[in-house]
């Protein structure tokens, strides 16, 4: 059975940090680009991170600019899971975060396309008080 579990998420005051985890079971994450993903309600799915599988290249790693420089997406094959290191948080940065699996090879222009990821996880909600 595919399953991806995030967990992590929890209250914490502004300019905390948290650690998410995102662990699969059912398939090899390694073969996947794993994206990050928050949602508030009333808002649409927004991309916060993703990384793709490795490659000759190395691993390709995207973030838009309203998180760049506090989040910190890395993949630990071995244990076929996946971590958001979220540093400095703010209120703004309250929401649920999901984590998804795609067989694709993301770039700058498509990484926070929802459609190109298959398997998702059920999230954990982030709270940051003020």
């Not at 994206?35 to 691993?59: C, L, T």
């Given at each position: 059975?595919v399953q991806?579990?995030?967990?992590?998420?929890?209250?914490v005051?502004?300019?905390?940090?948290l650690r998410?985890?995102?662990?699969?079971s059912g398939?090899?994450?390694d073969e996947?680009?794993?994206?990050?993903?928050?949602?508030v309600?009333?808002?649409?799915?927004e991309?916060?991170s993703?990384?793709?599988?490795?490659?000759?290249?190395?691993?390709?790693?995207?973030y838009?600019?309203s998180?760049?420089?506090r989040f910190?997406i890395?993949?630990?094959n071995?244990?076929?899971?996946?971590?958001?290191?979220?540093n400095?948080?703010?209120?703004?940065d309250?929401?649920?975060?999901?984590?998804?699996a795609g067989?694709?090879?993301?770039?700058?222009?498509?990484?926070a396309?929802?459609?190109l990821?298959?398997?998702?996880?059920?999230g954990?909600q982030?709270?940051?008080s003020?």
């Amino acid at each position: 059975q595919v399953q991806l579990v995030e967990s992590g998420g929890g209250l914490v005051q502004a300019g905390g940090s948290l650690r998410l985890s995102c662990a699969a079971s059912g398939f090899t994450l390694d073969e996947y680009a794993i994206g990050w993903f928050r949602q508030v309600p009333g808002k649409e799915r927004e991309g916060v991170s993703s990384i793709s599988s490795r490659d000759i290249s190395g691993f390709g790693i995207y973030y838009p600019k309203s998180v760049k420089g506090r989040f910190t997406i890395s993949r630990d094959n071995a244990k076929n899971t996946v971590f958001l290191q979220i540093n400095n948080l703010s209120p703004t940065d309250t929401a649920v975060y999901y984590c998804a699996a795609g067989r694709f090879r993301p770039d700058i222009s498509n990484y926070a396309d929802a459609s190109l990821y298959t398997f998702w996880g059920q999230g954990t909600q982030v709270t940051v008080s003020s």
